[in-house]
């Protein structure tokens, strides 16, 4: 292939398939299920926005541009990308440190995460690097993403029950708290609608699995919160609020908000390397702070409003204040907020999505900020790993159900651009969704146009019905999320793997047991995990098996341990089964070390070197010292089967010429009967285990 070729299939993979929609059928088949995948992203989307601590309109951005750019630039025809459970949760755990969920700064935090995720994935698949997936074991893998589920779920828990909870510094904490509130304060209204949409998922899944049950229990329950006006909402004046604490908080809220604003401003005249640079970025860090906590005391206060003469007039009281509960609008009321205009909002009864933007997300380049960067960098590689993994899962078995080919590497650039060029368009960080693709792959998609359709369905939603799902629950988003990661969650697995191989089963309890300690901080669980898996691997290998062998009565030669097999005293057959490398050289010498020190008649050493798939440095100088040193004490050492690749470096580092090139056999056999032919009437061939003669007399069976 050529370098022009290269090219067109690394950037333009999409024209392989392009043709194919010149049929009909095809055509037709890609519409129906980019439509079909369509209904169900919308409102997915809009969840997976809120799990990641953005506002709901941001997830329509992410199902926007990610999509399309992902099908046309990866190599899985089915795959359907865009905000996915895992990707958005670990985007909230590395930016609520930074930043209070939904506000400007953490949007902007988002972007950026985006852009570094796709430029990581991006960079990955240019330079062939997709291998570089594979430090993340399956274990790991499985342990984080059956606890991330349940995080994923028990994080929904607030919006389920109607009720605020401030978050802890640890997740489990933070639904304790979620419970006990809950007992005392659930919102009723809102729980019903949690169940309603709940059962109709569950109903449509299945009676009806082939329509999409969340596009029906988004429907049902928009039409149902509009009807009955679920949301409740009332504008005052900071005149109308009656308890002066109140007041003060409210006042230092707005106080600090437009000293945010000024310090931005300054922020964005002066240059990086402007002296006061840091100092005035820090006294911004500092007012952020100070306002997120203004705003959260505020959040958790509980008002009445008593009303005087019209709807609009009254004044605000502090529940605990009102000592007749006569005087009230019967509402419990809390603070959200406020207008341009700098008057006060308040809500109650439901939360409902709201106002959604109309048009398509403007063009921008997120800002780039180095020591944010920096911060990031540890999540943005994880998320682009742990995205990257699922996705490709994903996209490997639908490859093998279609037979199509799949380029790990393309697939990786694909996902790269995708999230790149979605960062230019406000998006935050996507990637392949299981459930989606499932969809899309049983609606009948045969090419990329699929996803591109897909696109096309949410472009016309943020052009032309935003406006019809203000009033869409967030109990039902709450609902969907819930529904989505129930499958995520497999005991099945863990047992299965415990089974295949007992320390992989550890290692992925372990991950799964700290994933839940650590969140929301679920980097920690990933590095310890892949940490332990690495550790693993180089136990594994610095104690691999090493087999003395003996005749079988078939003639082969065996593990004379395992089949309880006479070995020879004058010859000693060793296979060693793994790659000789740095770590494990040391424990291989000390094995021959010990045959030849267990067998004082011992005269020869076979080394077969069919388990050996490798070799480096330390390797080979080891192999040229044990050889030299037993020879001294009158054992020669002989190689056999030894693979091509380890020849080739044995060559090339001159051990053949200082060993000898008539020690190397091309398998034992051979190197056998060669010392048998040296050792001449000094060694009864009759009796010997290794010969075939023995095997003939029965006298190597027990």
Not at 42 to 68: D, E, K, T, V, W
Request: include cysteine; charge should be neutral; glycine fraction near 6%.
């Amino acid at each position: 292939m050529n370098t022009n070729n290269r090219l067109i299939n690394l950037f333009f993979p999409f024209i392989t398939w392009l043709p194919e929609l010149a049929d009909k059928k095809v055509l037709r088949a890609d519409i129906i299920a980019g439509v079909t995948v369509a209904l169900v992203l919308i409102p997915q989307s809009m969840a997976y926005a809120a799990l990641a601590g953005l506002p709901p309109y941001y997830g329509l951005y992410a199902a926007f541009l990610p999509p399309i750019f992902a099908a046309l630039l990866g190599s899985s025809r089915q795959l359907a990308t865009g905000p996915v459970a895992v990707v958005s949760l670990l985007t909230a755990s590395a930016l609520e440190p930074l930043a209070t969920a939904g506000s400007d700064s953490y949007i902007v935090y988002a972007i950026l995460l985006a852009l570094m995720v796709g430029v990581f994935q991006l960079s990955l698949g240019l330079l062939r690097l997709g291998v570089l997936v594979n430090f993340l074991s399956h274990p790991v893998v499985m342990g984080f993403t059956n606890a991330a589920a349940i995080i994923i779920a028990t994080s929904q828990l607030p919006k389920i029950f109607g009720i605020e909870v401030e978050k802890e510094s640890h997740h489990y904490e933070t639904v304790w708290n979620t419970l006990v509130i809950a007992a005392s304060e659930t919102h009723m209204l809102t729980l019903v609608f949690s169940i309603l949409a709940f059962g109709i998922m569950a109903l449509m899944k299945k009676y009806y699995p082939k329509l999409p049950g969340v596009l029906f229990a988004v429907v049902i329950t928009t039409v149902i919160a509009s009807s009955i006006n679920y949301e409740k909402d009332l504008i005052i004046s900071i005149s109308q609020v009656a308890d002066k604490q109140v007041v003060e908080k409210i006042t230092r809220h707005m106080q600090r908000q437009t000293d945010i604003d000024k310090l931005d401003n300054w922020i964005d005249e002066l240059d990086n390397g402007h002296k006061k640079y840091k100092e005035i970025a820090l006294q911004l860090d500092l007012a952020i702070k100070h306002s997120q906590q203004t705003l959260k005391r505020l959040q958790q206060d509980r008002f009445a409003w008593v009303p005087a003469d019209g709807a609009s007039k009254g004044s605000l009281v502090l529940e605990e204040n009102i000592k007749n509960a006569q005087l009230t609008d019967g509402n419990t009321w809390e603070f959200n907020g406020f207008t341009k205009d700098g008057d006060i909002k308040l809500l109650s009864g439901g939360r409902v999505v709201g106002a959604i933007p109309k048009g398509l997300p403007s063009m921008s380049f997120p800002e780039i900020n180095l020591s944010l960067i920096t911060e990031l960098l540890v999540a943005a590689i994880t998320i682009a790993l742990i995205g990257f993994m699922e996705a490709i899962a994903i996209a490997k078995a639908m490859a093998t159900r279609t037979r199509q080919r799949l380029d790990t590497n393309q697939e990786l650039v694909g996902q790269g651009i995708a999230n790149i060029i979605g960062s230019l368009f406000q998006s935050y960080a996507t990637s392949g969704s299981f459930s989606r693709s499932a969809v899309n792959i049983g609606a009948g998609a045969k090419t990329g146009f699929a996803s591109v359709v897909t696109g096309l369905m949410v472009l016309i939603t943020l052009l032309f019905f935003t406006e019809l799902l203000y009033n869409l629950p967030q109990a039902t988003l709450a609902a969907v999320i819930m529904m989505a990661v129930i499958g995520l969650v497999n005991v099945k697995q863990f047992l299965h793997t415990w089974k295949v191989y007992r320390s992989d089963g550890v290692i992925a309890v372990i991950t799964f047991i700290l994933t839940l300690i650590f969140a929301p901080h679920l980097q920690n669980a990933i590095i310890i995990g892949v940490v332990l898996s690495l550790g693993m691997f180089l136990y594994r290998t610095m104690k691999p098996r090493v087999a003395a062998l003996s005749r079988f009565n078939d003639g082969t030669l065996r593990d004379a341990d395992m089949h309880q097999l006479d070995t020879c005293e004058n010859i000693s057959v060793i296979r060693f089964d793994g790659p000789l490398y740095f770590a494990n050289t040391s424990y291989f010498e000390d094995m021959i070390i010990e045959r030849s020190a267990n067998k004082p008649e011992l005269k020869y050493i076979v080394v077969d070197g069919q388990g050996i798939n490798s070799i480096d440095a330390t390797g080979e100088e080891m192999l040229a010292s044990v050889t030299r040193r037993l020879e001294k004490t009158g054992v020669i050492i002989v190689f056999a089967n030894f693979k091509r690749q380890v020849l080739l470096v044995l060559r090339n580092s001159g051990f053949f010429e200082k060993i000898g090139e008539e020690r190397f056999f091309a398998t034992a056999d051979q190197a056998i009967d060669s010392i048998l032919h040296e050792l001449g009437d000094s060694h009864d061939i009759v009796e010997c285990p290794l010969t075939m003669a023995c095997v003939v007399e029965g006298k190597s069976e027990r």
